[in-house]
């Protein structure tokens, strides 16, 4: 039988293991979850035996190691799900693969500044290069909603990697005011209304570490 265990930091600031636990949550896929606090003396020595980069999310499937939240994301996709954590129509697949490279790789800006917070409620300054990077992540939101999703309330229509991969921006976009163009706001209200994204804020809500700036900003 197979066995599935995701490797996760603190759920209230770690925005790259929410993404491949909302997935599996999303699709209804049984796993064991592992919990390791970060930033602790000894994370390291509890991450070792699972991530051989010492960060989270790592996956272990059977004898299968993966880390790095996209590619676990690609392998539920292939291993466990048949294919159906991608939009089923190749153009539609392309673009979903493009906006998810784009999310994991860019938005250096918002990455450091606007970490995720799942406690957060507080309006930041909003500088020249966010402001970029929120009028960017609103057009892939506006214009897939538009282009790609209007058989489904997601970005490809049905609940895919796509929108696993964003939804820690919906949770910051909350947390810190961002304003949003109606599509884009739209569309951050249907990923925050989904019961596997609010069950991931109220349990990080519930967490009691408090990290510095400095270590929340290397975990977004
Ligand atoms: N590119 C990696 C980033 C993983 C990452 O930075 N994880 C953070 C937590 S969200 C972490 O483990 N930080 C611990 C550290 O940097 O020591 C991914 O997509 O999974």
């Known amino acids: 039988m197979s066995h599935t265990k995701l490797v996760i930091g603190n759920k209230n600031y770690s925005s790259w293991s929410m993404r491949p636990w909302l997935l599996l949550k999303a699709f209804d896929i049984p796993f064991e979850e592992v919990n390791i606090a970060l930033y602790q003396d000894n994370t390291a020595e509890k991450l070792g035996p699972y991530s051989p980069s010492l960060k989270v999310p790592a996956l ?11 590619a676990i994301c690609e392998y539920i996709s292939e291993q466990l799900l048949d294919g159906r954590g991608w939009p089923a129509n190749p153009k539609k697949r392309a673009s979903a693969r493009s906006v998810c490279a ?18 957060a409620s507080v309006e930041l300054f909003v500088s020249d290069k966010i402001e970029d990077e929120i009028a960017r992540i609103d057009a892939i939101w506006s214009c897939c909603r ?8 997601y970005l490809f229509g049905r609940f895919s990697i796509a929108d ?31 019961p596997h994204v609010q069950q991931w804020i109220e349990q990080g809500q519930q967490e009691e570490e408090s990290m510095s700036m400095s270590n929340v900003s290397n975990m977004y």
């Open 60 to 70: 272990l499937h059977n004898e299968i190691t993966v880390w790095d939240s996209l």
């Open 102 to 119: 784009e999310m994991h790789a860019e938005f250096p800006n918002l990455k450091k500044d606007w970490p995720m917070n799942c406690k």
């Open 146 to 153: 538009r282009k790609y999703g209007t058989d489904g309330r």
């Open 164 to 194: 696993a991969m964003f939804a820690p921006m919906a949770i910051c976009f909350q947390s810190y005011g961002a304003k949003l163009s109606q599509e884009a706001q739209a569309y951050a209200n249907t990923l925050l209304a989904h």
